[in-house]
């Protein structure tokens, strides 16, 4: 059917350029044929008015002289036109147009799938089940994954790399601890050591066993796509079905559940997974945008071109910035700690809820630390480097916080 209507509006289209080029050039009367007429009816006309008296004679053989000329003239150009056009029709335009439809075809032949067979539905879906089923194990996907560069070492603080090497030998000496594995798990993931953050990571998992929450079999399944190279093995996504029936609103999970269902051609089941998403927001959650992105063209996909995503919602209130404090500079002492500590509340209940950016967490890292709460800035900092352990860029406002608050790395 594909083959039959591509065909049919081709030959359309070719018809519709190439009729006025097939048209005999003898039966369009050029410019001078129409003058030579206009000029017999100037003859004419002058002989009526000489008849009505309108005109003299002398002026009669004036006009007529003068038009005879014109006459001459034209019938001179006529016979030129005549003369000219007689190399019959304009064979190059035609040939270029040959050129231009044996240039697409020979482009969709090298771009696209001419033997493609049509695919219903149902082979559509087996397709898809196809894809889902014969993925690379977790192994594989990670010796196939594009080795990752390492960290620059010379960068770092040294004292905060020898703490690392003292947790790396506590963790060997004592490989059941839960607070070491969780620890080295975190700073390998500060240090973009993937494959070792996700090895201490399945071995906090496997020591907790069913006492593992969902934001630790999270973390896990985060850190396998991650050394898979962002694919979803079915390893990770047995983790991530563990994490999900922990606490199955988990928003970071659902997303990459949502992620799976594209990465396996299907968009009809992804799409209300990240409608929903979406539509429970919020705005400034590290997964919205990627959704916001990709939703219209996933919303096609699954059939639904009429989905139009919602506006972005104005983001809550960040907590106080360098201007809010500058502002509280005239109130009375107490007020202005009044003033502070309730913004802070109101910051530090909205990232605990739903959530925030690296620098909403940076702002109240920095916040308690003015206010004189370094041990909350100390707690606050180590949840948010477990929070956005896995994305180095996402780290730095975080720790350039931490060492401006002077907590420790």
Same mark, same amino acid.
């Given at each position: 059917?594909?083959?039959?209507?591509?065909?049919?509006?081709?030959?359309?289209?070719?018809?519709?350029?190439?009729?006025?080029?097939?048209?005999?050039?003898?039966?369009?009367?050029?410019?001078?044929?129409?003058?030579?007429?206009?000029?017999?009816?100037?003859?004419?006309?002058?002989?009526?008015?000489?008849?009505?008296?309108?005109?003299?004679?002398?002026?009669?053989?004036?006009?007529?002289? @003068?038009?005879?000329?014109?006459?001459?003239?034209?019938?001179?150009?006529?016979?030129?036109?005549?003369?000219?056009?007689?190399?019959?029709?304009?064979?190059?335009?035609?040939?270029?147009?040959?050129?231009?439809? !044996?240039?697409?075809?020979?482009?969709?032949?090298?771009?696209?799938?001419?033997?493609?067979?049509?695919?219903?539905?149902?082979?559509? !879906?087996?397709? %898809? @089940?196809?894809?889902?089923?014969?993925?690379?194990?977790?192994?594989?996907?990670?010796?196939?994954?594009?080795?990752?560069?390492?960290?620059?070492?010379?960068?770092? &603080?040294?004292?905060?790399?020898?703490?690392?090497?003292?947790?790396?030998?506590?963790?060997?000496?004592?490989? &059941?601890?839960?607070?070491?594995?969780?620890?080295?798990?975190?700073?390998?993931?500060?240090?973009?050591?993937?494959? %070792?953050?996700?090895?201490?990571?399945?071995?906090?998992?496997?020591?907790?066993?069913?006492?593992?929450?969902?934001?630790?079999?999270?973390?896990?399944?985060?850190?396998?796509?991650?050394?898979?190279?962002?694919?979803?093995?079915?390893?990770?996504?047995?983790?991530?079905?563990?994490?999900?029936?922990?606490?199955?609103?988990? *928003?970071?999970?659902?997303?990459?559940?949502?992620?799976?269902?594209?990465?396996?051609?299907? *968009?009809?089941?992804?799409?209300?997974?990240?409608?929903?998403?979406?539509?429970?927001?919020?705005?400034?959650?590290?997964?919205?945008?990627?959704?916001?992105?990709?939703?219209?063209?996933?919303?096609?996909? /699954?059939?639904?071109? &009429?989905?139009?995503?919602?506006?972005? %919602?104005?983001?809550?209130?960040?907590?106080?910035? /360098?201007?809010?404090?500058?502002?509280?500079?005239?109130?009375?002492?107490?007020?202005?700690?009044?003033?502070?500590?309730?913004?802070?509340?109101?910051?530090?209940?909205?990232?605990?809820?739903?959530?925030?950016?690296? @620098?909403?967490?940076?702002?109240?890292?920095?916040?308690?630390?003015?206010?004189?709460?370094?041990?909350? %800035?100390?707690?606050?900092?180590? @949840?948010?480097? !477990?929070?956005?352990?896995?994305?180095?860029?996402?780290?730095?406002?975080?720790?350039?916080?931490?060492?401006?608050?002077?907590?420790? *790395?």
């Amino acid at each position: 059917m594909f083959w039959i209507l591509a065909a049919g509006m081709t030959a359309i289209v070719a018809f519709a350029i190439a009729a006025p080029l097939r048209r005999d050039r003898a039966a369009v009367q050029p410019a001078a044929a129409y003058d030579l007429r206009v000029y017999r009816d100037q003859l004419a006309e002058v002989d009526r008015d000489l008849e009505r008296g309108v005109i003299g004679a002398e002026d009669a053989d004036r006009l007529r002289a @003068e038009i005879g000329r014109k006459v001459l003239d034209a019938d001179r150009r006529l016979a030129r036109g005549v003369t000219a056009g007689q190399g019959g029709r304009p064979l190059w335009a035609v040939a270029v147009l040959g050129v231009l439809l !044996l240039g697409a075809g020979l482009l969709y032949w090298r771009e696209g799938v001419p033997n493609a067979p049509d695919m219903p539905l149902a082979e559509r !879906l087996a397709a %898809a @089940e196809a894809v889902y089923r014969d993925r690379p194990a977790q192994a594989e996907a990670e010796a196939a994954a594009m080795p990752r560069p390492g960290p620059d070492l010379g960068q770092l &603080d040294p004292d905060y790399l020898a703490m690392i090497d003292q947790l790396r030998a506590a963790v060997e000496r004592n490989p &059941d601890d839960p607070r070491g594995l969780d620890l080295l798990a975190t700073n390998e993931m500060r240090l973009g050591n993937i494959s %070792a953050a996700r090895a201490a990571q399945q071995r906090l998992v496997d020591v907790l066993g069913d006492q593992a929450d969902a934001a630790q079999l999270m973390q896990l399944a985060t850190l396998m796509i991650e050394a898979a190279g962002g694919l979803i093995t079915p390893e990770a996504e047995a983790v991530l079905a563990r994490s999900l029936a922990r606490d199955p609103d988990q *928003p970071q999970a659902r997303y990459l559940q949502g992620v799976l269902l594209i990465q396996n051609g299907r *968009p009809d089941r992804a799409f209300p997974i990240w409608r929903r998403l979406l539509e429970q927001g919020p705005d400034d959650a590290p997964w919205i945008p990627s959704i916001r992105a990709a939703i219209d063209e996933l919303a096609w996909l /699954a059939g639904q071109p &009429d989905y139009r995503a919602p506006a972005s %919602a104005a983001a809550a209130a960040p907590g106080p910035d /360098a201007q809010d404090l500058e502002a509280a500079r005239d109130l009375p002492p107490e007020a202005r700690q009044q003033m502070i500590e309730g913004m802070v509340a109101s910051l530090q209940d909205r990232l605990a809820s739903q959530g925030g950016t690296p @620098e909403e967490w940076a702002r109240l890292i920095g916040a308690l630390s003015v206010l004189g709460d370094r041990d909350q %800035a100390r707690a606050i900092l180590s @949840e948010a480097r !477990l929070r956005f352990g896995g994305r180095p860029e996402a780290l730095a406002p975080i720790d350039a916080a931490a060492a401006d608050a002077g907590l420790d *790395p």
